[in-house]
Each structure stands twice: as structure tokens, then as C-alpha cells.
């Protein structure tokens, strides 16, 4: 039985001696794995679809174990991505997220539309990548199941104060009247970015502004967060912020 459907190639393993093991990111399946028989031998015409960041429509068939690609015609390969080594590791950070918090068989139309806006981005340097690293972690996390509480005061339910607490441990904000230890103190506006970028509509998420000093702050927020999220080592995460 063959597949077709758009997807991204967000890993890749060398299986053998000239196979290559790659995990597509779907609309149509979310996280999807098939191996690309000889990828590795310098002529095969699927080398190239069939590396990270590919963005192409994959033809797919069922083998006995696991999806074969049958065939992958390009649509977009980011190469800008490979012209600096910073934006090239937080692209690979991007999809090491994605592998962590996508499900297979499970469709991921907007997680997939999210990362591609992303990669753009950085492909283009039109976007402050702290702006964009914010954005997908915290839209990622909301995706995964992991959606802040940020309507309101957990404590009193009061909407908004001049000051704010956000809680990287139990995911929700407090106001300043009702202190929470070891939460991060934040200005109102960095509270109103993460409510946009968790409750806005996809393609707008990367439209906010903030000062440099709260740009910062809300970027250590959305990572402090993640992290009491994914609960592991992120090798492409620690590698990017050697690089910064």
C-alpha cells in the first residue's frame, strides 16, 4: 500500500552501510519513520530530498517493518540555514522538539505549519531569534498538551498586574499580591507575549515585541519552562547556547 503526503525530514540516522533512517514530520500523520534504501551511495536521486530539513511530497509504502520511501519530490531544502552555524542549531533544536513532543499517527497539521514559519525565519534573518525560539517552545509545549494556565491569577483570579508571577513548575501565573516562591517575577507584558503566543492563531504567533531586557527574560521563562516539560537532556539545546 503506498502513502503520499507532505512532510519534513526533522532526523536522520545511517543504517548500515548505505541506508538512512529518517522521521518525517506530517500534517497527515505527525511523526512518521521510513527508510531510504542506499541514501548514503553519491548517486542516488533521493540523497538530497531525504536530508534534514527536506520539505517535500513523500511517496511512501508499507515494508514488511516499517514506511520505505518510494519517492520525495522537493519543495523546500532551507539551505540558507547552513550559512550560519547559530541559526542552524537552533533549527536542529526546533526538531529535536518536535521528535520529543510529536505522536505518531496522530495528524500535526499545526506543528508542522509552525516549524516551517519558523525555519523561514531563520532562513530569511527577518526575525529576532530569540523572538523565534520563544514562540515555538511555548506553542510547541501548548500543542503537546502543556498550555500554561495564563487566563489569570492561580491564587485570586485576578487578570493582570503590573508585575506578574509565572511558575515554571506548575505552569501557571500568579499576580503580584499573591507571591509564589521560586516563581519568576515578569512585567505584565511579558505575560501578554506568552498569552499571544499560546492563544493566537498560528501564522501571527512570531508578530510580538518586547524590549531587549524583556525579550530575555520571557526567552529564560519559555526554556525554564519547557524543560520541567520534557524532563530530559537536549544535546542540540546545550549546543546552540555554547554558540551564543
Known amino acids: 500500500m503506498t502513502t503520499t503526503t507532505k512532510g519534513l525530514v526533522i532526523r536522520e540516522q545511517t543504517i548500515g552501510e548505505s541506508d538512512r533512517l529518517v522521521t518525517l514530520l506530517t500534517a497527515d500523520y505527525g511523526l512518521v519513520r521510513a527508510f531510504v534504501r542506499g541514501a548514503?551511495?553519491?548517486?542516488?536521486?533521493?540523497?538530497?530530498?531525504?536530508s534534514l530539513f527536506a520539505y517535500c511530497d513523500f511517496s511512501l509504502y508499507r515494508g514488511r517493518d516499517a514506511f520505505v520511501v518510494d519517492n520525495a519530490s522537493p519543495i523546500e531544502v532551507f539551505f540558507d540555514l547552513r550559512k550560519d552555524i547559530v541559526r542552524l542549531s537552533l533549527a536542529q533544536y526546533f526538531a529535536q522538539l518536535a521528535y520529543e513532543l510529536g505522536e505518531e499517527e496522530q495528524p500535526a497539521p499545526e506543528m508542522l505549519s509552525v516549524l516551517l514559519n519558523a525555519l523561514h525565519l531563520l532562513c530569511s534573518s527577518s526575525k529576532d531569534i530569540?523572538?523565534?525560539?520563544?514562540?515555538?517552545?511555548?506553542?510547541?509545549?501548548?500543542?503537546?498538551?502543556?498550555?500554561?494556565?495564563?487566563?489569570?491569577c492561580a491564587n485570586c483570579a485576578v487578570y493582570e498586574t503590573d508585575m506578574m508571577y509565572f511558575d515554571t513548575l506548575d505552569g501557571c501565573i500568579y499576580c503580584q499580591d499573591c507571591k509564589k516562591a521560586g516563581a519568576v517575577l515578569c512585567p505584565k507584558t511579558v505575560i501578554t507575549a506568552i498569552r499571544f503566543v499560546c492563544l493566537t492563531e498560528p501564522k501571527k504567533i512570531f508578530s510580538f515585541s518586547l524590549s531587549g531586557?524583556?525579550?530575555?527574560?520571557?526567552?529564560?521563562?519559555?526554556?525554564?519552562?519547557?524543560?520541567?516539560?520534557?524532563?530530559?537532556?537536549?544535546?542540540?539545546?546545550?549546543?546552540y547556547k555554547a554558540l551564543i
Open 130 to 152: 530569540r523572538v523565534v525560539k520563544t514562540a515555538v517552545e511555548f506553542r510547541f509545549l501548548s500543542l503537546s498538551g502543556y498550555m500554561p494556565n495564563i487566563l489569570a
Open 40 to 50: 548514503k551511495q553519491i548517486k542516488n536521486r533521493l540523497a538530497s530530498s531525504t
Open 213 to 239: 531586557e524583556n525579550l530575555d527574560l520571557l526567552t529564560c521563562v519559555s526554556e525554564k519552562y519547557l524543560l520541567t516539560r520534557v524532563q530530559k537532556k537536549l544535546p542540540t539545546l546545550d549546543f
